[in-house]
C-alpha cells in the first residue's frame, strides 16, 4: 500500500522531476556566464588600458624624437667646437677664440668661410632671403676688442698658413655679393677676384640681367675695385675701402669667421696663450676677472692658485701671462701676436 501511494506521488508530481534539471542547468549556466562575463569585461578593461598606455608611449615615442632631434644638434655643436678647441694650445688644450654664434653673436653660419650674409640684403635683391644673420659687426661685437692696431686690424703676415683658409673664388668678403650672387658669377665663368675685377660695371650689368628683374636693380659698379683689393691682398685696405662710408667690413667679419682675425670679448681672458675656459674659471673665482687684473697678479699668486685646484692645472706655467694680459690691456695685439708667436702653449721656448 505504502509503495503505491509513493508511485501515485510520483505520477502526479512528475513535471517536477523534469523542472529541477532544468532550473539546476539553467542555474549553473548563469553562473558559467556571469563568470566568462566578468572575465570579458576585465579583458575589454585591459585593451582599454593598454590602448591608453599605447597612445601615451606614442606621445612619449614622439617628444623623444624631438628631444633625439636637439641632442643630435647639440651634439654636432658640440662636435664642431671640440674640433675648434683641440686646434687651440693653452693648457686646458684649446684657445676659446670667439668666432661665430658665441658671446660676440655675429650670427651666420659656420661653413668654412662661407658668409651666408645678408649683408647684401640692401643692394643685393637677389640674395634677399638670406637675411637671418649678422647685419653690423661694430654693434655685434659691442664690448669685444678685435686685435687692430692705429693702421688698422692687425692681420697675419702675407706669408701665413692662416691665409689658405680664404679661397680666391670666395666673393663673400665683397660688399654687396652673397651666396646667390656668387653663384651667379661662378656660373658665368667669375671665379677668382682677379676675373671679378676684370670685368666692367657694363659687364657686370650684363650678367645680372640675364636672371630677371630683382637682379638687373643690383648695383655692381663697386665690387671690381673691392675685388682688385683682395686680388692684390691689400685687405686693410679692402676693410678701410668698405668702412669708408660708415659702414662695417664684411671683409672684417670673414676674416674673424675664418680665424685670420681674431676678436676677444673685453677682459676674456682666454686671449691669453696658456688660458682655457677652465683656468679662467679658477683665476676669475679668484678676484683676477680683467686682463689689468691679471697684469698685476704676480706670478706666484697665480700659481698658488693653480696648485690649489689639483694636480692638472699645476702642469700649467703661468710665467707668461702677466705680461700678456698686460698687452691686451693696453690693446697693443700687434706686440702681443708677435710675442705669441715665440710661444708654445704660453711657455717660452
Known sequence: ??????????????????ILPFLLGLLLGW???A????RAQELEDRVAQLTIDAKQK????????????HFKEALSISESRIRKLQEGDDADGARDIVTIDESLAFGGTENGG???SSDDAHNDAGDSDDSNTASNFASNIASAAVHTSSAGPSLPDAGSAKWAKLQSNNFQIIEGIGPKMESVLHENNVNSWGALAGN?????????GRYGDKYRIIDPSDWPAQAALARDANWNGLIAHQKA???????????VKLGILKAWKQDDLKAVEGIGPKIEGLLHAAGITTWAGLADASVERIASILEAAGKRYQLADPSTWPRQAAMAAAGDWDALDAYQDELNGGRTS
Open 1 to 18: 500500500m505504502i509503495t503505491l501511494n509513493i508511485l501515485t506521488d510520483m505520477c502526479t508530481w512528475w513535471p517536477l522531476w523534469w
Open 31 to 33: 553562473a558559467i556566464w
Open 35 to 38: 563568470k566568462w562575463a566578468k
Open 58 to 69: 606614442d606621445s612619449d615615442l614622439s617628444a623623444c624624437l624631438k628631444e633625439k632631434s
Open 114 to 116: 662661407e658668409d651666408e
Open 200 to 208: 666692367s660695371t657694363a659687364q657686370l650689368n650684363d650678367i645680372l
Open 245 to 255: 662710408d660708415g659702414s662695417d667690413s664684411k671683409a672684417e667679419k670673414v676674416f
